[in-house]
């Protein structure tokens, strides 16, 4: 049964920082890996989608990498601002398509 | 256009009573699926629907029962639940039932069963 972890738990940074977010798997089976956004009691938001086949992907001041042998992704959020204060879901598309096996995410907390 | 709405946004039902939640998109996509989400913890799949047939049931209780009228729409009927079953119920859909695309989710609806 594929189990996805993520470290930290809770995370807290001054504004401006760089930072990673780690998501782990342990089936490495997997024929893509998502990374979420969700605000307090809201639905979520897709940021990145990698494929098995890639190594990383970037959006803005987000890039995510994935090493599929090793079972891991991080997550890199650049020049940290206070909107980006949320949970981070990291997902993987793993037995049947399109099942999504989610972390138990990262919360985020950027301070001015 | 990527957005997937749900209503209501809040529940509060008894335990006796007979509700339902609502699920649409616009985007034609093909596959549509429901999710329950327990405080602080990740979402977990419970239905998959692609083509308006059920592909996937997670093992879920009966007292769930989902239904995908056409292919924009997608209910779950809920009957005589517990309060355990009290969650954020989340809608998604995607293109098609595949491994290679993204897959879109609505805001939710917070049930709360007294």
């Known amino acids: 049964k594929q189990e996805v972890t993520q470290i930290p738990a809770a995370l807290s940074v001054p504004e401006g920082e760089n930072l990673v977010l780690n998501c782990s798997f342990t089936?490495?089976?997997?024929?893509?890996l998502q990374w979420f956004r969700q605000d307090p009691g809201k639905g979520l938001t897709s940021l990145l989608l990698?494929?098995?086949?890639?190594r990383e992907q970037t959006s803005g001041r987000l890039n995510a990498s994935l090493d599929k042998s090793s079972g891991r992704s991080t997550l890199y959020i650049a020049a940290s601002q206070p909107g980006d204060s949320a949970t981070y879901l990291c997902?993987?598309?793993?037995?049947?398509?399109?099942?999504?096996?989610f972390g138990t995410g990262t919360r985020l907390q950027v301070t001015l | 256009d990527t957005e997937v709405t749900q209503t209501p946004k809040h529940l509060v039902m008894g335990m006796t009573n007979k509700k339902s939640l609502k699920c649409e998109q616009h985007?034609?996509?093909?596959?549509m699926y429901w999710y329950k989400q327990k405080a602080k913890k990740p979402p977990e799949l419970m239905f998959v629907?692609?083509?308006?047939?059920?592909?996937i049931n997670e093992s879920v209780p009966s007292r769930f029962s989902p239904e995908c009228p056409n292919s924009s729409l997608l209910n779950l009927h809920l009957h005589a639940l517990q309060p355990e079953d009290s969650a954020l119920y989340l809608c998604?859909?995607?293109?098609?039932?595949?491994?290679?695309?993204?897959?879109?989710f609505g805001p939710g609806t917070r049930l709360l069963v007294l």
């Open positions: 998604a859909s995607s293109q098609r039932l595949a491994e290679t695309v993204t897959q879109y």
């Open positions: 089936d490495s089976a997997i024929y893509n």
């Open positions: 990698i494929q098995s086949s890639q």
């Open positions: 997902a993987v598309h793993t037995g049947t398509a399109s099942k999504l096996t």
């Open positions: 985007m034609g996509h093909r596959a």
């Open positions: 629907y692609s083509y308006e047939k059920l592909s």
